[in-house]
């Protein structure tokens, strides 16, 4: 079978016939090698203990709003007794990294933990977009000095982004490693040079893309960076449950992890498969033993076969499950043609 694809920055046609057997263990990792893509913690959890929030109950009529830092693509929860905020307004308020600007996305109508809000101290005024707007050429300016320090140094880790907060004399330095470095030197030459606070923040790989953005293997911008950023932690048996190629290079994505839209269909197949038998079950079907070969949660249908190596598809919704046991009913009248699918499989 011929594939269009894109290598070398050109469309080239493959042939894919060998990829699409049915025995495809010579492709796919081992346990220890997905296992590596895995998330090991709830990231986002260990971030929202850093805030802080209100502590207290959240005033009746006053809304929770979404706020959306720019710099590190983060979404935060706030309120303000001040009256109500626009949709895409700015406003001031304490995050985590300190006093800074943010803007509004809507109000919130789910029931948000306290300790997760914080309070919106102003709304921004035509002074901070212009200091705003002159800290964005600091930024610019700042990326390669920093950078240059880091090569000075001999430092095995990679600039991601600055920020030079809005309120406060102190600069963000975002940063990637694969292990923990140690940059006491690094902080001590920074502050020599831009005479303020110094802040550097190691951020996982996620981070990284959620920071920079890009493109995922189906063609939209990241999940990660484009419509949220608190993403389920993501396991190699969420892709399994899905029934995909156990290849690094179709389950993960730029940053090196499991695919974040794994999670997202994750409970659509629990809930479904729920309903189905498993593989390797054996059921009589028409006053025969056979076994299931194959399920599918996306065209609810259930591959039978049999000992003779025939094939055939049945409706999913045909399967009845009494005393933990499958059986087969009776075909509706939209299924009286599934028995046409029968294949012949024997050698």
């Known amino acids: ?117 914080m309070r919106i101290e102003r709304i921004a005024t035509e002074d901070d977009f212009k200091k705003a707007e002159k800290y964005r050429t600091k930024e610019a300016e700042a990326f390669p000095l920093c950078k240059e320090r880091i090569a000075f140094h001999k430092l095995e880790m990679k600039l991601i982004a600055v920020h030079y907060l809005h309120e406060e004399q102190k600069i963000l330095f975002f940063f990637s490693a694969e292990s923990r470095i140690d940059f006491r030197a690094l902080v001590k030459d920074l502050v020599s040079i831009f005479r303020c606070r110094i802040e550097l923040r190691q951020i996982s790989t996620r981070d990284e893309a959620r920071i920079g953005g890009g493109f995922g293997i189906c063609g939209r911008c990241y999940c990660c960076s484009t419509i949220t950023d608190k993403m389920k932690p993501v396991s190699i048996k969420m892709a399994k449950e899905q029934n995909l190629s156990l290849n690094t290079a179709k389950v993960s994505g730029p940053c090196g992890r499991l695919l974040c839209c794994l999670a997202y269909e994750h409970g659509f197949y629990c809930a479904e498969r729920h309903n189905m038998p498993s593989e390797g079950c054996r059921i009589l079907f028409e006053g025969e033993p056979w076994r299931v070969r194959e399920v599918n949660p996306i065209c609810a249908s259930i591959t039978l076969a049999a000992e003779d190596g025939r094939q055939t598809q049945v409706a999913a919704n045909r399967f009845v499950r009494t005393d933990n046991k499958w059986s087969i009913g009776k075909a509706s009248n939209e299924d009286r043609g599934e028995r046409g699918t029968t294949i012949d499989d024997r050698a």
């Open 1 to 117: 079978m011929l594939t269009l694809t894109i290598f070398a920055g050109k469309l080239c046609l493959v042939d894919t016939t060998e990829f699409e057997k049915d025995d495809i263990s010579g492709f796919e990792e081992t346990d220890t090698e997905l296992a590596a893509l895995e998330d090991e913690a709830l990231e986002d959890e260990a971030d929202d203990s850093e805030v802080g929030g209100i502590n207290e109950p959240i005033p009746a009529g006053v809304p929770v709003y979404a706020l959306f830092l720019a710099y590190s693509r983060e979404t935060l929860y706030g309120i303000y007794k001040g009256g109500f905020i626009p949709h895409c307004a700015s406003v001031i308020l304490r995050t985590r990294y300190g006093l800074d600007m943010a803007r509004v996305r809507g109000e919130i109508k789910r029931d948000i933990n306290p300790q997760r809000i």
